[in-house]
């Protein structure tokens, strides 16, 4: 089943936020930010902007009739600086005008004036003036301090993770169009509509039931359009109630890269117990969290790292502490994985510091580390794990040691390549881990001609979503995907939605589209049970557009039936709410159960370093992945190959640089690198896990959306395999891997 | 009036000249299936098929139009994606091959690839998987991991070898007669003379994109004069708005330069290779010019023009009319950081270099943190001229083999070549990019190599030199320690190419 989006898509047709057909008379924003990371604000002057050719308002923190917050969890992030500015890129002011050329132009015109104060960029100095956004976040499991003293073998050190630019194509913006009755109109390219809502109504002082949110879809979001479109839809909400007209601002890509939030950063230590087996005793590991200026969802994020911080791996005694720092770059945000990326990426560290010490591979001690069933998280979850599986069948399919083989033959005989091979098995947590996320709603009608319309919480940016929402509606009507059209996301058809995050999004909307059919369905039967004389709808299915009788076609039709019903007056259609169930967390022990499943998988990963010019290419990546059972495997391969190579990017090319100022140096695409077409491996495999565990997934297809990211992870390890095959060296664990970093690995003396 | 063919629509309009050929088709014309990703030409969002005469036959090639001015497009057949559409919501060859392959999930850059995919189709000449793959090196896709879009391309890549399918509508087979009719009236603008020169724009709308379109310029991109590549004999000459991709396909330099896609393959993208002229970025003065790097190392001459301006540098040029002239090397036009031995209104009109004679190698190489689309965080250019022993029936290594190909080092020796083979250099040129406030010719490094043989004591001793020649800055392409070691290793790696045995 192809995305149904396909054929719109290579025919330019689709519609996105900036092909949005503009109403007469609408105007065009410009954000004016700050220049400096950190400093008091003392005046804005704006009256030469204000003089400037077809300038009609420009807005300051003052102006704004509602409150100056966009802050979701914790409120710290004004819409616009008031005071104070706490990072490069923050906005100051708003210039509106008649066309977006006249906006720019004028929005140079502005001048402020700054008490500059010492700006932080660094988490650790953060931690280090107690300036935390939230109290330290704790995991305990067992008694390290306890555990340590009887280890064979101790290991500790510091990792360095970089962030990494979310570089969606299409750039953050928004549209606003005032509505009758003081009502608004917000076309936004956001991964959460409900979250666009609050935000609008917050700074115009608006009652969410005035505002419309509607999303058609994303050119990609990848968590960087979670909460962070709701500043720019803010602005032109703000821009809208003031001037009482249109109001469209699609940032500019250096714009968008200067003013948004990435990955975070983190910096962290960690402490590693082993046996003389090399099985991992204890683990104690403190995460500093580059937070950004703002609160944003950095918490969370943080919460995560904390979840994932053991990986695939059962280790019987944990300290995990993490501090969510507030430094003047710009609030970072949600980035596929979520925190968990950066959790694994310590752990491996770890396991690798201790290899390579130890004269052992990785992935020896990797193996006989894997969770088993019955094993517990440190927090409290009790694992249905498929780690040791995954492991398994991908070593049956791709021969680990062949490859290794492989590799130490090639390294023999080359003067100047080296290749390298590593492991990487990942298992992460399914559901948002603030457990009243978990839910969803759909709305689904039958129409009177028999065609289906689907709107759910999901938000459409290139997953497959809306493909399988289309598919759940189709499968339980038994009929042909093209009869099920699938909508806008928008707030006045389903409302409080969470957002399309946390690769839960087809799970929940998906069950909760689920409900709603079988509802329909349900009603229909009763319909259909005189027409096709049977006795019971248990009899009964709906099949290629008939009702089928214990499995025989019927000569009532779909199309029949339903107008039937509506002739009967029954009710076509259904707005169904789902919420997963036997998830919850309480942090007070810092212990639940707050994942419906976890994905496992393993991947091997291969490189080929040049060790004259440091570059390297990535071979293969060969992966066994848990799938659960795919309901659409086109979409989810493409799932899994992106996500692989998003990870690689993040591990070796992508480097997000800000100077010793807070200034963004990797400011545009020419400066910033993510993967070309010669930069992936020249070959990804993926077979299927196979298992027959039945889970908390829509139709037991798991969720796919961020789990491959972190086989990427396995690209560094493979990088250093390589780099320290060459030459005595030990490259420190600092995140990505550039060919600078390789070449000055390589030749350090 | 500007003159174009927009898909099916002849174009006469009086928007600005220099704004872009995006903003155009976007925003004038309500074309939406171009993308805007970053109006940096990095991307290829916004790719655009560009069809133009050349020898009386149409020509398409595909660019980015966020760097493309208007000016440029004048006589041209401009094609976005409405105008390869097919009708009742079919799809063309290449749009059906990236729907079965999964090509595109969040769609924002599956136009682009498309129109590059189109252009390869379209071109015919090269039909095999790798260049299809090619085709597509200037876009951008941030979902996909590309796999699915590579199996699309390689599909595409054997219908182009066995069928002759229709790639774009019918419509095209009245391009030809139209774009010459165009030719024969005056399709350009009406631009008043300046002495801000755009060529293929390919920098200059990246540095100084809001200025751009409403600055008054002389476009001299399609000037058809100074777009020819010439053996001459002694020289081979090379008109000034020559593009990268005019170079890659010329006879002339593939006869000299073996590995010439190799190393052009590391210049920009397709489509950028396809607008970005030579002068353009010589005088653009980028201390990591690849192309100035290059022809450093050939030791090139350029000659500066100062033409007369009323009615325009093209038909200066081509009535032969040209006020003053003269020639100087290319190693001497840099005075200091983008700063240049050459008045306002000069304009190089052409660059030539010796036709290399005896045993010459000529080996090009670039680090940067993505090996392809991607400026330098070091280059490097090295012409030899050498004499090996014994004589001459020993055969030169073969160069073609590119390192990353297999990952397998040439055996010592090389093929072909052998130990006991003594290399002398009679002559040298070496330049290097990313290590200087200009790309810099490497004068005494290559005074020092002339006479020495060529073993591990001449790199080392050349390397020394080589360092006092240079002094790099840390920026957000390496530290100056790293672009020391870097030059260093490429130095090196000059030789390994082109030696096979050190």
Redesign the interface.
Known sequence: MKNIDSTSHVRGESVYLDDVPVVRGTLYACVFDSPVAHGKLKSIDTSEAEKSEGVVRVITAKDLIGENQIGGIVPDEPLLADGEVHFQGMPIAIVVAESEELARKAAKKITVEIDELTPVTDPRVAAANGDLIVPPKKFVMGDTAAAFAGCEHVFEGKVEINGQEHLYIETQGAYAVPTENGGLKVYSSTQGPTAVQRAVCRVTGMAMHQVEVDVQRLGGGFGGKEDQANAWAGIVAVATQLTGRPVKYALHRMEDMRMTGKRHPYSADYRIGLDRDTKIVAYEVTFYQNAGASCDLSPPVLERTLFHCTNSYFVPNVTATAYCCRTNLPPNTAFRGFGGPQGMFVIESAIAHAAEKLGVKAAEIQRRNLLEDGDEFPYGQIAESDAVTSWTQADAKYDLAALQQEADDFNASSKYFRKGVATMPVCFGISFTKTPMNQARSLVHVYTDGSVAVSTGAVEMGQGVNTKMAQVAAKMFGLDIGQVKVHTTNTLRIANTSPTAASAAADLNGKATQIACETIRKRLLEVALPLVEAASVDELSLQDGYVHRNGEKTSLDWQTLVMDAHLQRVNLSEHSHYATPGIGFDWSTAKGHPFAYHVYGTAIVGVTVDCLRGRYEVDYVLCCHDFGTSMNTAVDLGQIEGGIVQGIGWMTMEEVVYDENGKLRSNALSTYKVPDIYSVPKEIAVLPLETTRENLAIFNSKAVGEPPLMYGIGAYFAIRNAVMSYTDCSPAFDLPFTPEKVLMSLYRS | MLKFILNDTDISTDQLAGSTVLDFVRYHKDL?????????G??G?CTVLVGELIDDEVRYRTMTSCLMPLANAAGKHIV???GI?PAN?E?TP??QA???E?G????????GF?MSLTGFCVDGSANSAEMA?SA??G????????????RAAVRLSEQVAVSSEQYVPEYFATIQDRLRQLRGSDCSPLTAYSSLFVGGGTDLY?QRH?AM?ESEATHLFYDDELRTIRDAGEYVEIGASVTVTDLLESPVMNAIFPDLYKHLKLVSSTPIRNMATLAGNFVNASPIGDMTVWFLALDAEITLSTPPYEGGVAAASADGVVLSFRDMKLRDLYLGYKQLAKQPDEIITSIRFRKPAGDHRFNF?K?????????A?VNTAISLTIRSTPGEDWIPPALSSP??EG???AA?GGRGGSLAVEHTIIAAHVAAGGVAPIPLYLRQTSEFLAGKTVNAETIAAANEIMQSEISPIS?????D??KR??LR??F??HF?EIFHQL
């Open positions: 939406k299936g171009t993308k805007i990703g970053c109006r940096e990095d991307c969002a976005t994606i409405e559409n919501r799809l290449v749009q990236m729907v079965d999964s595109t999930q969040c769609g924002f850059c599956t136009v498309v793959i597509i090196d876009n951008i896709c941030r979902c996909t991991g590309y796999k699915s879009i590579e990246v809001d379109s190489e680090v940067c943190k993505r090996t392809y689309l991607d400026i965080s390192p990353y990952g397998v080092d010592p920026d957000v392409r390496g530290t320690q790293y070691l870097l290793q490429l090196r790696a390994v």
